[in-house]
C-alpha cells in the first residue's frame, strides 16, 4: 500500500477538490456571491473619493481563485445582478447599477474570470505567481473601475485616476500579500491530505 498523497493536478482549482456535484458548483457559486456581498460591508470612506475601499475586491479575487474561471464569473455576475436587483449588498449597504462605483463591480466580474482563468494553469500554487495572479486581478478591476468613475461623475481621467486608483494601491499591496499566504499554503495542506 502506498502513503504518497496524490498531488492536486494543474488544470484544477481547489473547489474541484470537492466531490464533484451540480448541487456543490451551485453551493460554490451562490458561496461567492454571498462571500463577495459580505466582505463588501467593509468599507472604509477615502477622503476626496466617492470609491472607498472594501473587502470586495479582496473577496472576488479570492472567488475566482478558488473556484475557477466559470464559477468565479457566475458568481460575480450573481453578485451584480443581484445587487442590481436592490439587495443591498454593494459597499456600503448600496445596491443598484449606475453609482460612481459600479465599475469596479463590472471590473470584479471579469477579475474573477481572468483570475480564475490563471488559477487552473497553477498561477495561485506559489506565493509569486499568485502575487502576479493577484496584481493583474486588481489591474483588471482598475481597467473597467476608474474609466466607469470618470464617466459617471464627469471627472477627468487623471482625477478618476487620483480618486479611484491611487489611494488604494498600498490597500492591494497588502491584500496581493495575504493572498500570497493563503492560497499556496491552502494548496499545500490540501496536497499533503489530498
Known sequence: MSTASAAPRTGSVLAD?????????????????????????????????????????????????????????????????????????????????????????????????????????????????TAGTMVLGSAVVYAVGVPYLALSTGMSLSAAVAAGLTPFLLGDALKAALAMGLLPSAWKLLGRRG
Open 17 to 129: 477538490l470537492l466531490p464533484a456535484s451540480r448541487t456543490r458548483d451551485i453551493a460554490l457559486v451562490v458561496g461567492g456571491a454571498a462571500l463577495t456581498g459580505l466582505a463588501a460591508q467593509i468599507a472604509v470612506p477615502v477622503p476626496g473619493s466617492p470609491v472607498p475601499v472594501t473587502g470586495q475586491t479582496f473577496a472576488a479575487l479570492l472567488v475566482g481563485a478558488g473556484l475557477g474561471a466559470g464559477r468565479g464569473f457566475l458568481s460575480l455576475a450573481l453578485y451584480a445582478l443581484v445587487g442590481m436587483a436592490g439587495m443591498p449588498w454593494f459597499a456600503n449597504g448600496t445596491s443598484g447599477a449606475g453609482g460612481a462605483s459600479f465599475g469596479y463591480v463590472l471590473g470584479m466580474l471579469l477579475a474573477s474570470t481572468v483570475v480564475g482563468a490563471l488559477a487552473r494553469r497553477g498561477a495561485d500554487r506559489s506565493v509569486w505567481r
